[in-house]
């Protein structure tokens, strides 16, 4: 790890380069799985299925703050949010959801269809993958 992350530190120690932002994306995906592949196995989290609506014609600065209030509520619990500007069937929307902790995301996910609605969301379908 210590020698990869050596090779890495020339991107960014290096006086004369330009780090692209297609750089800086490359590096940091090689440094999230070096790190990842040193973790033990203590240091995972238990996952889940991921639990996503699809939130029609809503912009993700307004929802921003629903999501951190879901992460703030329910530890292990992460808020994600796939926004889509061209989608042929829901045209501009986002794919909205949570996911982590399963004893938590279910509640998360009912926590966060009360808050679509109370921002008046249009909402698609729900694309919860029931196990």
Known sequence: MI??????????????????????LVAAVVVAK???SQ???HHVVAASTPWPVIVLGSMEATLTPLMQEIERVYAGVKVF??????????????ELGVKG??????AAYTTLL????????????E???KT
Do not use: M
Not at 4 to 24: C, D, I, M
Not at 81 to 94: A, E, M
Not at 117 to 124: C, M, Q
């Open 34 to 36: 070096i790190v990842l």
């Open 127 to 129: 694309l919860v993958r």
């Open 101 to 106: 902790d399963p004893a938590a995301v279910a």
């Open 3 to 24: 020698g990869s992350a050596a090779r890495l530190q020339g991107l960014w120690a290096a006086p004369r380069r330009r780090l692209t932002a297609f750089g800086a």
């Open 81 to 94: 949010s796939l926004p889509s500007v061209d989608h042929p069937d829901y045209g501009r929307h986002i």
């Open 39 to 41: 973790l033990d196995s």
């Open 114 to 125: 009360a808050g679509l609605h109370g921002f008046n969301a249009r909402l698609g379908p």
